[in-house]
């Protein structure tokens, strides 16, 4: 199993699903959350992919599949699943677990499974945000950088809390391994796109990661969320080196309990 440090994570695995070539070190401003998210258990959303350069194909899918008490601690699990092909042949598998203290926007437990053509790899981690630390299965440990950590899949829901001005700006320290901070975070505007399941108006998001093993140096992940109070992520965006870029595109959408509706698309 490799070293939780050595392992990159990324934005609902639309880097990740690049062959295992791709991850993102993400983390976010501090900010209590308990009331009014945008999300809630029940909720279901689907994609399809786009490979970059090597013209893989496949499906996902990320959910709020309900509500666990950890460590006192009542959490949503969430979950994100994809499937795909690189060139119609070789298969490409992710499966990723988060329990999200919704109160507070905190990560108390993170598990991750992923096979590529090129690796294979199983992490399970406890975080104890109280502690500041987090401690793997494997042996891995360390501090967290903050009393609210949020791991790859978690990330992608706190995001979706934010105000996100034009032209808002962040420099955040939130991933609970404190090496891989921070992010920029960046709303660059407002754009209406098409994919599988409508025309969008969306808030495009766009986050540089440093991550020298996996990016060169740097990378960009390009989030286009729907500009309503449900903020879904529409369409997902990573540019990556020698793999090119690799796209999830919403296909269908289903609201959680005590959520907004899910409205945005034009005409609906």
Do not use: C
């Amino acid at each position: 199993m490799r070293s939780i440090r050595k392992t990159a994570w990324t934005a609902l695995g639309s880097a990740l699903i690049a062959v295992g070539l791709a991850g993102a070190p993400l983390s976010a401003p501090a900010q209590s959350s308990g009331v009014d998210l945008p999300f809630g258990p029940g909720e279901d959303l689907r994609y399809a992919l786009s490979l970059g350069r090597f013209g893989g194909s496949g499906e996902g899918a990320m959910r709020i599949e309900g509500v666990e008490r950890i460590r006192g601690r009542e959490a949503y699990r969430l979950s994100f699943d994809l499937n795909g092909r690189v060139a119609g042949m070789a298969r490409i598998e992710d499966r990723t677990r988060s329990w999200l203290d919704h109160r507070a926007m905190a990560a108390v437990r993170y598990e991750k499974t992923e096979r590529s053509p090129l690796s294979s790899s199983r992490e399970q981690v406890e975080i104890f945000p109280n502690e500041k630390r987090w401690l793997g299965a494997d042996g891995s440990a360390g501090d967290a950088a903050s009393a609210n950590p949020l791991d790859e899949l978690s990330f992608l829901y706190f995001i979706r809390t934010l105000p996100l001005r034009d032209g808002e700006r962040h420099t955040v320290t939130r991933h609970f391994d404190k090496d891989r901070n921070p992010v920029r975070i960046s709303v660059v505007g407002r754009e209406r796109i098409r994919v599988p399941a409508g025309e969008y108006a969306t808030i495009v998001v766009e986050m540089r990661v440093q991550d020298v093993r996996r990016f060169e140096g740097a990378g960009l992940i390009r989030l286009y969320l729907s500009d309503d109070r449900a903020r879904i992520p529409v369409r997902i965006e990573t540019a990556m080196p020698v793999v090119g870029t690799t796209t999830l595109e919403l296909t269908s959408a289903r609201s959680g309990a005590s959520a907004p509706a899910i409205a945005a698309r034009l005409g609906s």
